[in-house]
């Protein structure tokens, strides 16, 4: 089978759908039987790439989503007469798009939906992005043959807002990366002398710098914890900047000045599996994710997490963290300091969470979506 893949999410930094995309990709590559080429928006290749576009490159993109008027319309017209000039149904069994909306193919079409939050929460979303998805997404539904999603909170949003067939839709969880794994203290040193960081004395946040991720009840809560406490544990921040971050940055400021929080941004993939094995805890307080990798990565790295209960999270975390609801900052302090102070809860966490990430593997991943490209070639 000879399936056309749309790798355009592999040119930034692999963040989630971007890691989603290359996990996968790399997982059926080894399934036989298969024949992937990668369509990286102005040419194909069959080889996959992972090293993105970091430095200047990356920090441009948001300014010229941000300056250039119907920016993602020019670059969505430009793809897809690229796309469609070697995309043909007499080259391509089958055409899988795993970024929500799918460019045009006159065959068999599967479309991975990883949420519904523009929809859900327009407000977290710049303009431009709202509309491009109203304005694309329904086509995208009626030109697929079989929709993924990460979990079955997805699937059950997408039922009742669109009305689909239960089995048009399949809910299949992602997985977890083998990089991510313990660390002892020696391991985890190199990343953390960069920042001056000590091995379990710190909080971490992983995410783009966005509303959606509510960052800023993360910092509310962080507040409320007793000085000499946020003296031992700083919160340390990972992650690019996204869009409307100027209260959020108001609002670090006097922390940053106070050596309280680390705004690190982007980092390896090397350092960010140290750092998430180092740290007390992963702080996750989204108020919608589609699946939510970070919590799943620490887990993996038996980081115990602290996150909402908000859509897909409980699906992934289960029994293995402490959960709260999203805008409950003082719930969120609570949990925050318990992990700081009692011992047997926080190793006992541990155990859970690396537990429960044993659950969760791209190669399953890649199997169950093999079976969706199957169901609908004949």
């Excluded at 409950?328 to 926080?346: G, I, K």
Aim: aromatic share 10%; hydrophobic share 45%.
């Amino acid at each position: 089978m000879r399936v056309a893949f749309n790798a355009t999410a592999l040119l930034s930094p692999l963040t989630g759908i971007g890691q989603y995309g290359f996990q996968l990709a790399k997982n059926l590559a080894t399934l036989p039987g298969l024949d992937l080429d990668y369509f990286y928006g102005a040419f194909w290749d069959n080889n996959l790439k992972d090293d993105g576009v970091t430095g200047s490159a990356a920090a441009a993109l948001p300014w010229l989503r941000r300056h250039i008027p119907y920016s993602y319309e020019l670059r969505r017209w430009v793809q897809n007469n690229r796309f469609a000039r070697y995309a043909k149904p007499s080259r391509f069994d089958l055409y899988h798009e795993p970024n929500i909306l799918p460019l045009r193919f006159d065959g068999p079409t599967v479309v991975t939906v990883h949420d519904l939050s523009w929809i859900r929460y327009p407000e977290t979303h710049p303009v431009e992005r709202v509309r491009a998805m109203n304005r694309y997404f329904e086509a995208g539904l009626e030109q697929a043959s079989a929709v993924i999603t990460d979990a079955q909170s997805v699937k059950q949003e997408l039922l009742e807002t669109f009305g689909l067939s239960p089995d048009f839709v399949t809910a299949i969880p992602l997985g977890v990366d083998a990089t991510f794994a313990p660390q002892d203290a020696a391991q985890t040193r190199y990343a953390r002398d960069k920042h001056g960081l000590a091995h379990g004395r710190y909080f971490l946040a992983v995410g783009t710098l966005e509303p959606r991720k509510n960052l800023s009840t993360a910092l509310l809560a962080y507040q409320q914890l007793p000085a000499d406490l946020r003296a031992q544990y700083p919160l340390v921040l990972i992650g690019m900047k996204g869009w409307h971050t100027s209260a959020l940055e108001r609002q670090m400021a006097p922390l940053l000045q106070a050596g309280q929080v680390r705004q690190l941004g982007y980092v390896s993939r090397a350092d960010l599996v140290s750092l998430m094995a180092g740290a007390r805890a992963l702080i996750y307080p989204s108020v919608y994710e589609g699946f939510g990798l970070p919590p799943l990565e620490a887990m993996a790295c038996a980081t115990p997490v602290i996150c909402s209960n908000a859509s897909s999270l409980p699906e992934v975390v289960g029994d293995a963290g402490i959960m709260v609801d999203a805008m409950d900052d003082v719930a969120l302090s609570l949990a925050m300091r318990r992990l700081a102070d009692d011992e047997a809860c926080w190793l006992e966490l541990k155990h859970r969470s690396l537990r429960r990430a044993q659950q969760f593997t791209w190669a399953a991943c890649a199997d169950k979506t093999l079976a969706v490209y199957q169901s609908i070639v004949s």
